[in-house]
């Protein structure tokens, strides 16, 4: 089927498998390789890119729903040389070992605290009717749909608190 | 051989004149990762498109494939290829010195005899996955179907000598435990658990000629490509296998799975390169996992809180025809003083996947019995836990009476107690509330035994000064890139961005790899010596050229630093050297033997944790609410890389003391958790205010530059502060892992 988006600023059209997960769609046939296939079941968040701004799980969703999206992946952050601030955060913080759910812990950043920014709440948010406030335990909350193997959570939240700057 | 009295002397290393050594750098290939573009194995560009390869399993746990229908799956759009046991091309028995424990010495991909539920039976490739993932939902089997033990449990009384093992004694454990004034008598258990790294296995193989390339995620470079030439009926030579970024091992990735065999077999058989990963389920069906173990303490003392008598026996599995015990016992014959004292280990064989080594074989799970069993006598005894500790301290080894490379398990926790302000801890249970929570704090040792093995480095020098080090090691995540490029730098006296590190690929000199946390002290001291080679070869070069500020000088007496080499005030730049004098640059080896009286001393790291829990009464929920650890490892290479590995451990030993365990289904074999939503690994929101420190120490018995491995340490016993914290806030003992609701709310006193 045929299939057009915008992706990382740059308009791509594919002839898609409507059986084509968007992740398999980025890696396999676009060759952006960034965004990680850790459980291909939504469980792991190594697929996380945006959406229209949003977070998704790139597996959980097909390719050619996609049509007329705006989709930004780990290779859509950096500007050249320049580093995304939340990219630069985890390196500088040692937010990551392996690095395979870091892109996805990345996007879920710069995800997230759009989200926070429009004011979204989370479950442990205690007032539903205030400004929201990352605190830590809700950087923690709203970043529980990344996992990491490697453990690297004390310093993903250090960089997220940099990137965000909460620190 | 060397001497450990060798490594004594000062070195670039201990002099760390330009202050690389211990400095918290940045990750070498940091970022590579945050930009995505560090390609793991699945994601290296082959020479040409590759195929896409699925693996199907076997929904039997014993039997054997009496027939495979692949018709409907040949005849599927795009499908290349379909192997089933009858099918898939002749392999090579695969050797026995290919990790004996944890590998049977035949084993073929697409085996008919099946001996495990998720076993793979058979294989698809097509020129798209999804053409591949519809043609192997499309192959039938049929089973012969034969009895398996299956249950751990129920399979206790066919629990065996494991082989070449024999309990260990020291004096007279019965007698002494008999006449104890003061007894503990309690059991534990420590759950099956999957090591669920982030990445899935995964190969990208091709062919030219009689050559196979392959990309995988393994390891241990060697052992994956002697394995793959085996199975392959050719010389290793012939194999290049490479594995440069790894999503995660801990120690799951120590051998090689069939996705490698499987690629390279079909690329060969196709002409085309073929990329085969795992799925998530397949990383827990198909791959190692941790045993249960069942842990039986006694500990008998005077009521001063020494112990006369102390004993851990540990019962565990492994898959019938894979051989593999878990230590559980070990780790204990060198940590508390008792002159009585029995270990040993018992082994039921399942039909199950493989058991194997999985970060800490041995302390992880052990650690999680001992470690409570001591809070319990404590409380007794009426003693602080570190007070009990304190007292069964040993001067040396309490088993072989050798002398401690170096011990700072005291210190660690007197340290730890300070910082963490454990004088708040009220003794009595459940006496602590905040709102709805009982707070309550524990603490527990670590130790984790510390390893040398052999191993090479490359190095060279080019004409513009960089220096690049290969070897055929692996980084899984431990910062591996990173000390090496510190050590190179530091050696040879110039700026890290000089330094280039290239690591696993087989056509490098070889290294062991990364587990049992010996990879930084195995690895580095092997890149330390072939730095050391290269100095000497530089001074050789520049005292021997008569276009050279240093001609004619002693090569003893050459020094390196700032980017020169230099006697005295005459220097000159490396690159200006190597551009004049060897244009074509310099390139040494290096390499690195335990000393022959290493074994003269009890060599480990050791740590204390301590740990602060809420439980809920009512719903019986744990909730971590700040963990600490301190830690003497030997010199820190990288503040940074090693902070990271130990927090990590700390995490996953709060997994395994609140999260972690999977469980057989009796009825197949298979395991009830297959993804990463039954199998509950720590998430972000677990985890709350843990850090750690290590204490100052350099292990001059352990290797050139007295550093340790930080790998493991930081699981050992960590599981067990928590499961202490836990009692102390409500009073329950659970002394079987994990300590989900269901067991908190039924042991609430």
């Known amino acids: ?167 | 051989m060397s001497s450990v009295k060798d490594w004594a002397a000062p070195t670039p290393i201990s002099e760390n004149r330009s202050g690389l050594i211990g400095k918290g750098v940045n990750r070498y290939e940091g970022r590579l990762k945050v930009t995505g573009t560090a390609p793991f194995a699945y994601e290296v560009e082959a020479p040409s498109p590759p195929a896409y390869g699925v693996l199907i399993p076997a929904s039997i746990a014993r039997g054997v494939v009496t027939s495979a229908d692949v018709s409907q799956a040949k005849s599927a759009p795009g499908v290349l290829l379909v192997w089933s046991p009858d099918t898939v091309p002749a392999q090579g028995e695969r050797g026995a010195r290919i990790n004996p424990r944890s590998q049977r010495g035949s084993n073929p991909a697409l085996a008919a005899r099946v001996e495990h539920f998720g076993q793979h039976v058979g294989f698809v490739v097509a020129d798209t996955l999804e053409n591949a993932k519809a043609a192997a939902a499309l192959v039938r089997f049929t089973y012969d179907s034969v009895p398996a033990d299956l249950i751990f449990e129920d399979c206790l009384d066919k629990a065996e000598d494991p082989e070449g093992e024999e309990d260990v004694r020291i004096g007279d454990f019965e007698a002494a435990y008999a006449k104890a004034p003061v007894r503990l008598d309690a059991s534990y258990v420590s759950p099956l658990q999957n090591h669920a790294q982030m990445e899935p296995c995964a190969t990208t193989a091709w062919w030219d000629g009689d050559q196979v390339t392959v990309h995988t995620s393994i390891q241990m470079v060697k052992g994956g490509q002697h394995t793959l030439a085996e199975t392959l009926m050719i010389p290793s030579t012939q194999v290049r296998l490479l594995t440069r970024y790894i999503g995660g091992g801990f120690g799951g990735k120590g051998q090689s799975y069939d996705d490698l065999t499987l690629a390279a077999l079909a690329a060969r058989e196709l002409g085309q390169p073929v990329k085969v990963a795992y799925t998530r389920q397949q990383m827990f069906q198909a791959t190692i996992h941790r045993p249960a173990v069942q842990m039986r303490v006694r500990l008998g003392a005077q009521a001063d809180g020494r112990l006369d008598a102390f004993a851990l026996e540990a019962v565990t599995h492994c898959r019938r025809e894979a051989p593999f015990t878990e230590h559980a016992a070990n780790f204990a014959r060198s940590l508390y003083a008792a002159p009585n004292r029995l270990t040993g280990h018992r082994l039921v064989k399942l039909d199950i996947p493989a058991a194997g080594a999985m970060r800490a074989p041995g302390e992880a799970s052990g650690m999680l019995s001992l470690e409570c069993a001591m809070d319990e006598l404590a409380e007794q005894l009426g003693l602080d836990p570190i007070e009990l500790r304190l007292r069964n301290e040993p001067e040396t080894d309490p088993e072989t009476g050798k002398p401690f490379s170096t011990r700072q398990l005291v210190r660690c926790m007197t340290e730890g107690a300070q910082r963490f302000g454990w004088d708040r801890r009220n003794p009595k249970p459940g006496q602590v509330r905040d709102g709805r929570w009982l707070v309550g704090l524990g603490m527990a040792a670590a130790i984790r035994g510390n390893f040398l093995l052999p191993a090479k480095a490359g190095v060279r020098i080019d004409a513009d000064g960089t220096l690049t080090l290969r070897q055929g090691m692996t980084d899984i995540g431990t910062g591996t890139y990173t000390i090496l490029a510190q050590i190179t730098a530091e050696t040879l006296g110039v700026p890290l961005s000089q330094v280039k590190v290239e690591l696993g690929d087989s056509d490098f000199p070889p290294a062991p790899g990364s587990g049992g946390q010996f990879g930084a002290a195995t690895a580095g001291s092997a890149a330390f010596a072939a730095g050391m080679n290269l100095r000497r070869a530089l001074a050789e070069l520049a005292t021997g050229d008569p276009n050279s500020p240093l001609y004619g000088d002693d090569p003893e007496l050459v020094t390196f630093g700032g980017g020169n080499i230099a006697v005295d005030n005459r220097a000159e730049p490396l690159d200006v050297l190597v551009a004049r004098a060897a244009p074509e640059g310099v390139y040494v080896e290096g390499s690195i033997t335990p000393a022959a009286d290493a074994r003269d001393y009890s060599q480990h790291t050791y740590g204390a944790h301590f740990a602060e829990v809420g439980v809920d009464p009512d719903t019986g929920e744990v909730r971590l609410r700040r963990m600490f650890g301190v830690f003497a490892a030997g010199r820190i290479l990288n503040a940074k890389t090693a902070m990271s590995q130990i927090t990590g451990g700390m995490i996953w030993g709060v997994g395994t003391a609140l999260h972690e365990y999977n469980a057989v289904d009796p009825r197949y074999g298979s395991f009830i958790a297959q993804d990463l939503a039954g199998y509950h690994v720590p998430a972000h929101a677990d985890i709350a205010n843990l850090s750690a420190m290590f204490l100052d120490e350099v292990d001059d018995k352990a290797n050139p530059m007295g550093i340790k491995g930080v790998g493991e340490l930081g699981i050992a016993g960590a599981g067990a502060a928590i499961a202490n914290a836990v009692y102390n806030a409500c009073g329950a003992r659970i002394r079987d892992y994990p300590l989900t609701p269901e067991k908190v709310l039924a042991a609430l006193p």
């Not at chain 1, 959406?51 to 999206?69: E, K, M, P, W, Y």
Request: include cysteine; aromatic fraction near 4%; charge should be negative.
């Open chain 1, 1 to 167: 089927m045929k299939t057009s988006f915008t992706l990382n600023g740059q308009a791509e059209s594919l002839d898609l498998d409507p059986r084509t997960t968007l992740l398999d769609a980025l890696r396999e046939q676009i060759g952006l390789k960034g965004s990680k296939k850790g459980c291909d079941h939504g469980q792991c968040g190594a697929c996380t890119v945006l959406v229209n701004g949003r977070r998704i799980n790139a597996c959980l969703s097909l390719a050619v729903t996609h049509d007329g999206d705006e989709i930004t992946t780990i290779e859509g952050l950096a500007k050249d040389e320049t580093l995304h601030p939340v990219q630069a955060a985890f390196l500088a913080q040692d937010a990551f070992q392996c690095g395979y759910c870091t892109p996805g812990q990345i996007c879920s950043t710069v995800g997230m605290l759009q989200e926070a920014a429009d004011g979204w709440a989370s479950l442990v948010t205690a007032d539903l009717t205030a400004d929201t406030v990352l605190t830590d335990e809700e950087i923690r909350e709203r970043m529980s749909g990344n996992l990491c193997r490697c453990s690297a959570y004390p310093q993903i939240l250090a960089a997220i608190r940099t990137a965000g700057g909460l620190a």
